[in-house]
């Protein structure tokens, strides 16, 4: 047999060839190439932040207090980087917890399932029975044609539009609410010219339509716990940090989050037509919109069928059970016939139960819901929420909450009116570069303890950051449904901060107005807290 690779004689030869060797190079610095890559540095960072802490920081307190800080810095290292998967980083905390000594396995996995997740995912099923039936679309195109006008008041059409988006996101997440209304909104504007041919009033037209509805879709979820995660960590963390003051409740929550984001979806209505949507503009926009487009849309659809009035009857009850079970002393609510037991994911579970019971008409033994049509169900959000419940409960059992609450007694002095701008100030640009949710687990215990430090009620700084941490207006990133209206393509960078910087100001003046007045009565927050 031939021998392919025979031995040189030479003594200076290799006893390898070359070219294996010059492979072998090239395959370790391959290899050390893909290791090496930012997104691996930012897996290791999590672990290697929780080991510094866990070595060199002391703490006068118990050592549950330093481990808990040490595992903060590692899921909030994670969820800043997006180095893992947000979803699976919420669930860091089942397995960081028991190990660090923080709190049993059961004890976690408690936070992952209470009544406030069972409010998100019945809301979610309605949301997607919503989706599915176009029932968005016909709403929205019967409002659009009310607020049409004759002839064309673009103004009035574009209050329509963002009214009607801000309307579906508060029973709705915000993300949802964007993702339905962005096609309806661009269907309108699919007859404008586009390119050289469009007109600069049609194109500012366009520009304040997509704002309108990015905008509206998360002010919209201000106004109700179901509008937006925000609102349901807000909730599930002051009963968590106060167990023995009342919750707060849909109907709590409703009488306050309604005024501030009418205030600020008014304000944000004020805004784009002074920017972008004059009166003016009119006649220039009326040869390309008109009712009888709308009508025709209208008229694809046909009449409402069965399917479509069932799911909005089961919706409609389910608004009116949120907001009768508990409404004042007097007048106790349908909660009172079952011993305060039942909450409002009681009546969202059993009111999306029902979908999966009554049938839709449409063919025998078909429901109005089945399993496979939630397969979309935001698992990543329920699972946020429950990671934001597991780190509320471990920095107050740690015993980090009082170390916290330590260090920041020097704020005592600072006035409340002051501050209450500033936190709002600091959530609301910490939020443009971190998702809202996880803004708001990171500072709502730090506030808690702020407020315990000037004496004053938790509320009135928890709201002001917590709602802050919605005003992510600046940047496509700041929000998913911020990055549903930028893809469009109608909008850039530059009209975002246009309008979003006078916007996020508003929002602040809101709040600093609201949170003394309305604040204090519904929420009793002149009352000291146990």
Known sequence: MEDHNPISDDPKAPLLPVHDQIHRS???????????????????????????ICVFVKIEGP??????LAVLAWVFA???TEAVPMPITSMAPLFLFPLFGIASADDVAHSYMDDVIALVLGSFILALAVEHYNIHRRLALNITILFCGDPLNPPLLLLGICATTAFVSMWMHNVSAAVMMMPVATGILHRFPVGLDQSVVSSKFCRAV????TYSAAIGGMSTLTGTGVNLILVGMWKSYFPEEDPIRFSTWFLFGFPMALLIFLALWIIL??????KSSGPALSAYLDKAHLKRELEMLGPMAFAEKMILAVFSILIVLWMTRSITDEIPGWGALFNGR?????????????????????QQGEKLMDWNKCKKLPWNIVLLLGAGFAIADGVRTSGLAEILSEALDFLEQVPYLAIAPAVCLISSTITEFTSNNATTTLVIPLLIQIAKSMNVHPLLLVIPGAVGAQFAFLLPTGTPSNIVGFTTGHIEIKDMIKVGLPLKIAGIAVLTLLMPTLGTYVFG??????
Not at 26 to 52: D, E, M, R, W
Not at 273 to 278: N, R
Not at 354 to 361: A, D, G, R, S, T
């Open 342 to 362: 039942a909450g409002d994911g009681t009546a969202s579970v059993m009111m999306a139960t029902l979908l999966f019971i009554i049938p839709n008409k449409k």
């Open 210 to 213: 997509v704002l309108g509805v």
């Open 525 to 530: 927050t002149n009352e000291p807290v146990q």
């Open 78 to 80: 994670w969820w800043l």
């Open 63 to 68: 050592v549950s207090s330093r481990n808990m």
């Open 273 to 278: 037509c002074c920017l972008y949507c004059s």
């Open 26 to 52: 090239q395959s370790f610095h391959s290899a050390l190439k893909s290791i090496l890559t930012p997104k691996n540095f930012y897996v290791v960072l999590g672990p290697l932040l929780c080991a510094i």
